[in-house]
């Protein structure tokens, strides 16, 4: 497969499952994506979004219900995965337990009968780039986990693959060994300099690793952005769960006025930006809780109780009680006190306004 | 066997030397220690000894008549020759089938239903079904007939190729289900991944599947030898049995029933279990030279 390339072209992939009552399920719906050359992109959803789904799919592990995938000119969603060549991390590694780390990772290049000099360099090489040297000769069984990650990487990119496919590479290791490898992750996708598609249920794996994030939610693309876009302005309600607006209130539209909106309920007044034609009096403000600060300064105040707080280092997560006895999530640097009535604020431009979900 | 255990610190019991051991649910394999010394131990000490104890002549005389006679070291050959391919044809044609039945299907279920019935049917059933189906004028004779592909006589029963047919139809479901365990067991993940790095579905087989499922295959081989190596009613019923399958089993049943010498018949016994130890060892010796760890992608 060319390494050259210029971009993968996704055009309404889609892929239905037969469940056992009959019935068809659409597990992805129409994803149509470009990804160019050298671009990391992060498909991030709940589990059962459809994002590995996708992943299979681009590497050839399932087959197509419809759509086309293609590779600058070529379409590759006839191809056996064995003729695609793009390298795969398997959630659970899929190391062979039977072969050596050496010989994992020479699969790739024993399969295409790569003379024995230039795969040994070349195996050398991947042995580098993940920093597992002295391992070669032990069974995949003798490693850690994380070492046993590395391998899967290495095995994965000695094919030097115009793709690489990841799906939720990180997710069996523990909290430090995930940070250590997101960033070697990083790195290993800056020196090959081809694209990777990086599947993930983790918001700040997303944010950290990805040039583009693509939200997904039951087989359905939410939004397509730049880490930055889909942080701090998401597309609709699902993405803002996902990203971390924790609060989220249920309003009546009081006035408009292009997409600043003043809502009210619960007994508050806010001010805030609608991110989606409203389309009705009934709304959703989402606000992250790190946007509420205790204060009086600007529109939004709120006034409450303190029933939890979490200590949490650099700051506390407080939930606080309104006298009509909704809870807030707000972060603060300030010490507060359990039962203390405080007075909490939040920017206009930090409400984003959705309309409000139907409630069964 | 642990029943040796260490008194903690301080245990002031009257006696630490009691025989009974301090974790008492050993006990529960008591059953089974007395069961197989009963009924398997005991006789077959009691066969090795009196195989040595001849009705006349030296020690060794039983043994020297085995060798020295043709009409009963023949009987070795002959059940070598017969149970050999038969083992090899009934895990070659597990393994293949089971391979393709490895991911669940809707048909997986009947398919493994209708190829594991055999292994419900006695070998009397069997080769009672066999006499009337494969006989010179049993149903596939006449059919061929009927139908002018083959007008010469059909011999499948009452020689060499009744019995491989009846030990292909009792042994093969037993394999076939072993093997589909094993099969199974393998996690699909594997070969996923080798077809990511280029492995055709036959590279994916023999590069992966393969290697994972020999230890595997060697104890199916083993198990369904040393069942085929002690044929007796299918070689007698739809066999030829005192020409082409006079097997090992009716030298030892006719010196012990119709020569009442038991002696003799022991040392048949013992020479047939010996020829099936020293085929299990080295399939189990052959074994250690594959991988024989977990079958999974990662740790568990």
């Known amino acids: ?360 | 066997m642990s029943t040796l255990t260490i008194a903690p610190a301080g245990h002031t019991g009257p006696s630490t030397r009691s025989w009974v051991p301090r974790d008492r649910t050993i006990l529960l394999v008591a059953p089974a220690v007395i069961f197989l010394l009963a009924f398997f131990i005991y006789p077959f000490a009691y066969g090795f000894v009196l195989s040595f104890l001849p009705n006349e002549g030296g020690w060794l005389a039983n043994y020297e008549k085995f060798f020295s006679d043709a009409f009963l070291w023949r009987t070795l050959i002959i059940t070598f020759q017969l149970a050999l391919p038969v083992t090899i044809l009934n895990v070659g044609l597990a393994l293949p089938i089971a391979f393709q039945l490895r991911r669940k299907t809707r048909y997986q279920w009947w398919v493994t239903m209708f190829l594991v019935i055999p292994i419900t049917l006695g070998t009397v059933l069997i080769a009672e079904g066999m006499l009337t189906y494969f006989g010179p004028k049993g149903w596939l004779s006449q059919a061929l007939q009927l139908l002018h592909i083959y007008d010469g006589p059909i011999r499948l029963t009452h020689n060499f190729a009744g019995v491989v047919i009846s030990l292909v139809i009792s042994g093969f479901p037993f394999c076939f289900l072993l093997t589909l365990s094993y099969v199974t067991g393998i996690d699909p993940t594997l070969a996923r991944a080798a077809a990511t790095l280029g492995a055709n579905p036959w590279q994916q087989f023999r590069q992966i599947y393969l290697p994972l499922l020999a230890p595997g295959l060697a104890i199916t081989f083993c198990l369904a030898f040393v069942q085929a190596f002690s044929v007796f009613p299918s070689a007698v019923l739809v066999g030829a049995p005192s020409g082409s399958t006079r097997v090992i089993s009716l030298a030892a049943y006719e010196a012990a029933f119709e020569q009442y010498d038991y002696s003799m018949a022991s040392a048949v016994a013992m020479i047939m279990g010996f020829a099936q130890l020293i085929v299990v060892v080295l399939v189990l010796a052959a074994r250690r030279g594959f991988y024989t760890g977990p079958v999974t992608g990662a740790k568990g």
């Open chain 1, 1 to 360: 497969m060319n390494p050259n390339f210029k971009e993968l072209r996704l055009a309404g992939v889609s892929r239905h499952f037969g469940n056992p009552g009959g019935q068809q399920v659409a597990a992805l719906r129409e994803l149509n994506l470009t990804v160019k050359r050298g671009e990391f992109i992060a498909l991030l959803g709940p589990s059962g979004c459809g994002k590995t789904t996708a992943l299979n799919c681009i590497a050839g592990l399932l087959p197509l219900t419809a759509g086309s995938i293609s590779l600058d000119d070529m379409r590759i969603d006839v191809l056996p995965p064995e003729k695609r060549g793009f390298g795969m991390v398997f959630q659970n590694y899929a190391l062979f337990p039977h072969m050596t780390v050496r010989r994992n990772v020479a699969f790739g290049l024993t399969m295409r009968r790569v003379p024995a000099a230039e795969m040994k360099a070349r195996v050398a090489r991947a042995f580098d780039l993940v920093q597992l040297g002295g391992h070669e000769d032990k069974l995949p069984g003798q490693l850690s986990g994380g070492q046993q990650q590395r391998v899967a990487i290495a095995r994965a990119i000695v094919i030097e693959p115009p793709l690489l496919l990841m799906d939720e590479p990180l997710s069996n290791l523990d909290a430090k060994l995930r940070l250590e490898m997101r960033a070697e992750i990083r790195r290993i996708h800056r020196e090959l300099g081809r694209s990777t598609i990086y599947v993930t249920h983790d918001q700040d794996e997303a944010l950290s690793l990805a040039d583009r994030i693509v939200v997904m939610k039951d087989g359905v693309v939410q939004q397509v952005g730049v880490p930055e876009e889909v942080y701090a302005q998401p597309a609709n309600l699902h993405v803002a769960r996902f990203m971390g607006y924790r609060n989220v209130l249920d309003l009546e539209v009081e006035s408009e006025q292009g997409n600043r909106v003043v809502a009210n309920g619960h007994g508050l007044r806010l001010h805030g930006i609608a991110k989606q034609a409203l389309g009705g009096r009934h709304v959703a403000a989402a606000i992250r809780p790190e946007e509420i600060t205790v204060g009086t300064a600007g529109e939004n105040i709120i006034e409450g109780k303190v029933r939890n707080a979490e200590y949490g280092g650099r700051d506390s997560l407080i939930d606080v009680v309104t006298p009509s006895g909704l809870v807030l999530h707000a972060r603060t640097t300030q010490r507060v006190a359990l039962d203390e009535t405080v007075k909490l604020t939040v920017p206009p431009e930090r409400v984003l306004l959705y309309p409000a979900e139907d409630r069964p």
